[in-house]
């Protein structure tokens, strides 16, 4: 039986998962690769250890497995640019992280000239730096890359593409695309207004093609040989709501990565903006299929908060013991931790908001900390989750979870009580590689509907709300009042 492989190209590592019919991992590998951080607010990868990485991992996987590869699909972090040579296929300057916050007083000069009205009807975004656009412009003018006709823009899925199939394709997809704060989400296609606002040469971008559909194939360069489908993308945010099938207007989805990223399937027609809230494309189910649009709440930092416990303050040894260290105690002590390491996201979009503990009396120990961050990350989905229900008119009848922190029964008891809806957590938790794996089999035929992917998702388990809605409002209040102390406070006028 042949199998379809997706890759997973994180923000700290990359991954290559064999995924077979029954939608079970037969095969995998992982790497990690190096975070820079050149000055503070600043985070860069290098995009050829990226490349290098991808590499070993398909090599590695490859060796382990017999059966022949049907497609392969293709995840990636979202917003990460990358500029290349298209001669050489050499990297032009160190791939810019959508965790990078050099561009803030870029983004609030164009706030304050009045393009926000424009950013937020074309692309369905807000002007941060958290996206693609300001981060292009800034390698343009600040960064020292040239415009010339041999200069290649992309997300990372494109930069992989263009190395999986020797540079034969310079490619993207509208899910990535919707990302960049450069494509007009209505008319799926990239906006001249916004690439001539930020001085993004409109041919140094790639070309936009259906989700699910042929990209290309593999050069015979790649570990994988020659011949390949690659027949998949999706960022990874749209392909975890695929892979937990919420193919159903209304169905919801959040990951607890290094990130949250909670996404409501809105269905085919783009809905107007709502304040706080991110307007982006799901994916596009082959050439001349409608798009279908998802309400996304972005919160920067959730998982990344634990490994800060582990690796900044020695709380912890390993990110295992971040659920019963929380356990151990009833609650926080009322001590709160806004872990805005990176600013705030939705529904504040503050960049120049900061890391903040409140609360802590000489009582407080290292339970009441851990504590602290597993309900930060149960109170940033909620204020999500309270905004979506709102502009959807309706709350979601369940949540569906996936993410490294989602095996921590105790953040899923607190998530249930917060938003007083039921979490279900999937058997199967490689929803981001799955959801890439579905694309790309859709489109060779390895799945034949819709249907057969819905049978396929399954449940690990269930939690249902059991706090009363005062006491969980009381804690959400509390969490609002840190939320107000945080914001600001890198602003240096």
Same mark, same amino acid.
């Given at each position: 039986?042949?199998?379809?492989?997706?890759?997973?190209?994180?923000?700290?590592?990359?991954?290559?998962?064999?995924?077979?019919?029954?939608?079970?991992?037969?095969?995998?590998?992982?790497?990690?690769?190096?975070?820079?951080?050149?000055?503070?607010?600043?985070?860069?990868?290098?995009?050829?250890?990226?490349?290098?990485?991808?590499?070993?991992?398909?090599?590695?996987?490859?060796?382990?497995? &017999?059966?022949?590869?049907?497609?392969?699909?293709?995840?990636?972090?979202?917003?990460?640019?990358?500029?290349?040579?298209? @001669?050489?296929?050499?990297?032009? !300057?160190?791939?810019?992280?959508?965790?990078?916050?050099?561009?803030?007083?870029?983004?609030?000069?164009?706030?304050?000239?009045?393009?926000?009205?424009?950013?937020?009807?074309?692309?369905?975004?807000?002007?941060?730096?958290?996206?693609?656009?300001?981060?292009?412009?800034?390698?343009?003018?600040?960064?020292?890359?040239?415009?010339?006709?041999?200069?290649?823009?992309?997300?990372?899925?494109?930069?992989?593409?263009?190395?999986?199939?020797?540079?034969?394709?310079?490619?993207?997809?509208?899910?990535?695309?919707?990302?960049?704060?450069?494509?007009?989400?209505?008319?799926?296609?990239?906006?001249?207004?916004?690439?001539?606002?930020?001085?993004?040469?409109?041919?140094?971008?790639?070309?936009?093609?259906?989700?699910?559909?042929?990209?290309?194939?593999?050069?015979?360069?790649?570990?994988?040989?020659? /011949?390949?489908?690659?027949?998949?993308?999706?960022?990874?945010?749209?392909?975890?709501?695929?892979?937990?099938?919420?193919?159903?207007?209304?169905?919801?989805?959040?990951?607890?990565?290094?990130?949250?990223?909670?996404?409501?399937?809105?269905?085919?027609?783009?809905?107007?903006?709502?304040?706080?809230?991110?307007?982006?494309?799901?994916?596009?189910?082959?050439?001349?299929?409608?798009?279908?649009?998802?309400?996304? /709440?972005?919160?920067?930092?959730?998982?990344?908060?634990?490994?800060?416990?582990?690796?900044?303050?020695?709380?912890?040894?390993?990110?295992?013991?971040?659920?019963?260290?929380? $356990?151990?105690?009833?609650?926080?002590?009322?001590?709160?931790?806004?872990?805005?390491?990176?600013?705030?996201?939705?529904?504040?979009?503050?960049?120049?908001? @900061?890391?903040?503990?409140?609360?802590?009396? @000489?009582?407080?120990?290292?339970?009441?900390?851990?504590?602290?961050?597993?309900?930060?990350?149960?109170?940033?989905? @909620?204020?999500?989750?309270?905004?979506?229900?709102?502009?959807? /008119?309706?709350?979601? $009848?369940?949540?569906?979870? &996936?993410?490294?922190?989602?095996?921590?029964?105790?953040?899923?008891?607190?998530?249930?009580?917060?938003?007083?809806?039921?979490?279900?957590?999937?058997?199967?938790?490689?929803?981001?590689?799955?959801? $890439?794996?579905?694309?790309?089999?859709?489109?060779?035929?390895?799945?034949?509907?819709?249907?057969?992917?819905?049978?396929?998702?399954?449940?690990?388990?269930?939690?249902?709300?059991?706090?009363?809605?005062?006491?969980?409002?009381?804690? !959400?209040?509390?969490?609002?009042?840190?939320?107000?102390?945080?914001?600001?406070?890198?602003?240096?006028?």
């Amino acid at each position: 039986m042949a199998v379809v492989i997706a890759l997973d190209a994180g923000t700290t590592g990359v991954r290559a998962l064999a995924i077979a019919e029954d939608s079970s991992v037969v095969g995998w590998s992982y790497r990690e690769f190096t975070q820079h951080f050149p000055q503070p607010g600043w985070v860069e990868h290098d995009a050829t250890e990226i490349w290098t990485s991808i590499q070993t991992v398909i090599a590695e996987l490859m060796s382990t497995l &017999d059966q022949p590869v049907a497609a392969i699909g293709i995840t990636d972090q979202r917003e990460t640019v990358v500029a290349w040579d298209r @001669r050489t296929g050499a990297p032009r !300057h160190r791939a810019i992280v959508w965790q990078d916050r050099r561009t803030a007083d870029t983004c609030e000069a164009l706030e304050a000239a009045g393009h926000l009205d424009t950013v937020r009807h074309r692309t369905g975004l807000v002007l941060d730096p958290y996206f693609s656009g300001t981060k292009f412009a800034w390698l343009l003018n600040e960064g020292g890359v040239q415009v010339d006709e041999h200069l290649a823009l992309g997300t990372i899925d494109s930069w992989l593409v263009w190395k999986l199939t020797g540079g034969a394709a310079h490619v993207t997809e509208p899910s990535n695309a919707s990302r960049t704060m450069l494509f007009d989400i209505r008319e799926m296609a990239w906006s001249d207004e916004l690439c001539d606002l930020l001085g993004v040469p409109m041919a140094a971008l790639p070309e936009v093609r259906p989700t699910s559909g042929r990209f290309g194939e593999t050069a015979d360069t790649t570990a994988l040989g020659a /011949g390949i489908p690659i027949s998949g993308i999706a960022g990874d945010q749209q392909a975890a709501l695929f892979g937990q099938a919420c193919f159903e207007t209304g169905m919801t989805k959040n990951t607890y990565g290094t990130g949250s990223f909670l996404l409501m399937n809105v269905g085919n027609e783009c809905p107007d903006p709502v304040d706080g809230l991110l307007t982006t494309v799901g994916w596009t189910l082959g050439e001349g299929q409608a798009p279908t649009y998802a309400f996304e /709440g972005a919160v920067f930092v959730t998982g990344a908060a634990i490994q800060w416990l582990r690796d900044g303050l020695g709380i912890i040894d390993e990110a295992a013991e971040i659920g019963p260290l929380a $356990a151990s105690v009833p609650d926080s002590g009322d001590v709160f931790l806004v872990p805005a390491f990176a600013g705030l996201g939705s529904p504040w979009w503050d960049p120049y908001a @900061r890391g903040t503990i409140v609360g802590i009396t @000489r009582g407080t120990g290292r339970a009441e900390i851990a504590r602290a961050t597993v309900e930060s990350m149960a109170f940033q989905v @909620r204020d999500l989750v309270d905004l979506m229900a709102g502009a959807a /008119g309706r709350p979601p $009848a369940e949540l569906r979870v &996936d993410g490294g922190a989602s095996v921590m029964d105790l953040l899923l008891q607190i998530q249930a009580d917060q938003l007083g809806v039921t979490v279900t957590r999937p058997s199967n938790q490689e929803t981001t590689a799955l959801g $890439a794996a579905y694309l790309a089999g859709l489109a060779e035929g390895f799945w034949g509907s819709l249907d057969e992917v819905t049978a396929a998702w399954a449940v690990d388990a269930r939690f249902a709300p059991t706090s009363e809605r005062a006491a969980a409002d009381r804690l !959400h209040g509390r969490w609002l009042q840190a939320v107000e102390r945080s914001r600001g406070w890198a602003r240096t006028s």
